[in-house]
């Protein structure tokens, strides 16, 4: 019976540590916690040596200086951030995930993107 008791505390001690780092929805890259306090992040979650990933690299850099100051926007590279791929659930590349101000995820997208649907993502979610 004692030994039962003990398998249990451990488990719910487990499930609980679990919760909270699941709960948890800042992910550190780098310098960077994602997703950016206070302001609309877009993460593309991808590798370099992807073809859809390379494809948006352009258009990524494009963005990040247009909308420097008013959204985040990051490439993770998940040959080097594994951990990340866990963090986002990731299942195929590129992933591009949308947060809100608050840090809530308010849109996922799989496959490449295009500008033009990114800022039209990021001009939903009141960038302008």
């Given at each position: 019976?004692r030994?039962?008791?003990?398998?249990?505390?451990?488990?719910?001690?487990?499930?609980i540590?679990?919760?909270?780092?699941?709960?948890?929805?800042?992910f550190?890259?780098?310098?960077?916690?994602?997703?950016?306090?206070g302001?609309?992040?877009?993460?593309?979650?991808?590798?370099?040596?992807?073809?859809?990933?390379?494809?948006?690299?352009?258009?990524?850099?494009r963005?990040?200086?247009?909308?420097?100051?008013k959204?985040?926007?990051?490439f993770?590279?998940?040959?080097?951030?594994r951990?990340?791929?866990?963090?986002?659930?990731i299942?195929?590349?590129?992933?591009?995930?949308?947060?809100?101000?608050?840090?809530k995820?308010?849109?996922?997208?799989?496959g490449f993107?295009?500008?033009?649907?990114?800022?039209?993502?990021?001009?939903?979610?009141?960038?302008q």
């Amino acid at each position: 019976m004692r030994v039962k008791r003990v398998t249990m505390t451990m488990t719910l001690i487990i499930s609980i540590l679990f919760l909270v780092i699941a709960a948890s929805p800042a992910f550190s890259a780098g310098q960077k916690e994602i997703p950016v306090k206070g302001m609309v992040t877009m993460v593309d979650l991808g590798a370099a040596s992807c073809i859809p990933c390379k494809m948006m690299e352009p258009i990524l850099e494009r963005l990040e200086k247009s909308y420097r100051g008013k959204a985040a926007i990051i490439f993770i590279d998940l040959r080097y951030e594994r951990e990340a791929a866990r963090h986002f659930g990731i299942r195929a590349i590129p992933t591009q995930v949308f947060f809100d101000k608050t840090g809530k995820e308010v849109y996922r997208h799989i496959g490449f993107m295009s500008e033009k649907d990114i800022v039209a993502q990021l001009r939903a979610m009141g960038v302008q």
